[in-house]
């Protein structure tokens, strides 16, 4: 598998003019890989994940997936967004198989992966619980565990994290992480947080506002396991400066001269 993204631009018309919300942005992302794309607000990011899920047409430049052109949704990426948008009247269950259920999987083979993507995400005594029964971290585990059921090629994520308090957010990178660990799954998550992108990717795009262009590359190479002390070590904290400073002097609004 491979996600690759040429010389794409997106533009919007809007009523003051055309609005280049991304400029010639070109990526690569390998099987297995786990990538995170930073950036601030209006840098185009959540723009970037929809036109790779096929949710948008770019206005020019190609996205493809295995080589082949992405010109709509597909069940080879999986999408996982910060709300959680899961039906609120379905079980956990219903909601992890709800995609397999659209693709006519046998219920015997449905039943089998559910079981399997709830204990993925540690929920197997939640099955026939209903969204609202559990916390904002168990319903984003399901949303996990849907988008993993459909067993797409890339999961792609737009800020998952962004609504939950800070000590549950650290629970699911933590969770995250080793999920990504044990299946092996190519992730490709954008974020406005730089030490969750840090903390998360192998290697990941810095993004730059108005218009969104991709402004630099850092490989995360930190060395041993990642656990909470890999955010103290020296390379973190350097690469969190130097993204920092990327990122110091973007999404401040435009000043219109008087
Ligand atoms: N459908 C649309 N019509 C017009 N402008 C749009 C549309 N969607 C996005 N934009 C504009 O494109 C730019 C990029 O938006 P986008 O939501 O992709 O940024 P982002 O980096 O994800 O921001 P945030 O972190 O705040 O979600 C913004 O200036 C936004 O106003």
């Not at 790779?52 to 709509?72: C, F, H, K, R």
Request: net charge positive; glycine share 8%.
């Amino acid at each position: 598998m491979n996600l690759s993204v040429h010389s794409l631009y997106k533009h919007f018309k809007t009523k003051q003019g055309t609005l280049v919300a991304l400029q010639n942005i070109n990526l690569k992302i390998e099987q297995g890989e786990f990538v995170c794309a930073v950036g601030a607000s209006g840098s185009g990011k959540s723009t970037l994940l929809r036109l790779i899920a096929g949710l948008d047409t770019p206005t020019s430049g190609e996205i493809t997936v295995n080589g082949v052109s992405v010109t709509g949704p597909g069940a080879d990426r999986g999408m996982v967004f910060q709300k959680y948008t899961l039906y609120p009247w379905m079980s956990v269950a219903q909601n992890v198989g709800f995609g397999l259920k659209l693709q006519g999987v046998p219920t015997t083979k449905r039943r089998e992966q559910i079981a399997y993507y709830l204990d993925i995400v540690g929920l197997t005594q939640f099955a026939h619980a209903l969204p609202k029964e559990l916390s904002g971290g168990m319903q984003q585990r399901v949303a996990i565990a849907r988008a993993l059921a459909s067993q797409p090629r890339i999961l792609l994520m737009d800020e998952p994290f962004g609504a939950l308090d800070a000590q549950t957010k650290e629970k699911m990178q933590q969770f995250l992480l080793e999920l990504w660990q044990r299946t092996g799954t190519t992730i490709l998550m954008i974020t406005h947080d730089v030490e969750e992108a840090l903390f998360l990717s192998q290697r990941l795009y810095v993004m730059s506002s108005r218009p969104g262009t991709i402004k630099t590359e850092v490989n995360m190479d930190l060395p041993g396991d990642r656990t909470y002390h890999s955010k103290k070590h020296s390379i973190f904290q350097d690469r969190k400066e130097m993204v920092l400073d990327l990122l110091r002097n973007e999404g401040i609004p435009e000043v219109v001269p008087c």
